[in-house]
Nanobody
Framework: QVQLVESGGGLVQPGGSLRLSCAASGSIFSISAMGWYRQAPGKQRELVADITNGGRTNYNESVKGRFTISRDNAKNTVYLQMNSLKPEDTAVYYC???????????????WGQGTLVTVSS
């Protein structure tokens, strides 16, 4: 079994910064892509950013230049540095990973439980 545990959400004023972390644990052989999604009230879940195990990144246009995704492969951890936050960034942020799970001997898509980010004055 594989778990993703997120941390770092909270309340921040517009223009502020937050750093989200997501650590994967369990029966992991390897992890390919890791990413962050978000879901605002009344809206569909959308990709924020993702990163391959080789470090190639992809961003939602709305966060380019403000958010930075990174990962530490040795720690099976992905980060999302969020700067210049806007009220429209308010959402529940979910971590996602494509994990080669030892017992299944195949890739599984795993989701974290979500962490709330609120941008408000």
């Amino acid at each position: 079994q594989v778990q993703l545990v997120e941390s770092g959400g909270g309340l921040v004023q517009p223009g502020g910064s937050l750093r989200l972390s997501c650590a994967a644990s369990g029966s992991i052989f390897s992890i390919s892509a890791m990413g962050w999604y978000r879901q605002a009230p009344g809206k569909q879940r959308e990709l924020v950013a993702d990163i391959t195990n080789g470090g190639r990144t992809n961003y939602n246009e709305s966060v380019k230049g403000r958010f930075t995704i990174s990962r530490d492969n040795a720690k099976n951890t992905v980060y999302l540095q969020m700067n210049s936050l806007k009220p429209e960034d308010t959402a529940v942020y979910y971590c996602n990973a494509d994990v080669f799970e030892v017992n299944v001997a195949g890739f599984l898509e795993v989701w974290g439980q979500g962490t709330l980010v609120t941008v408000s004055s």
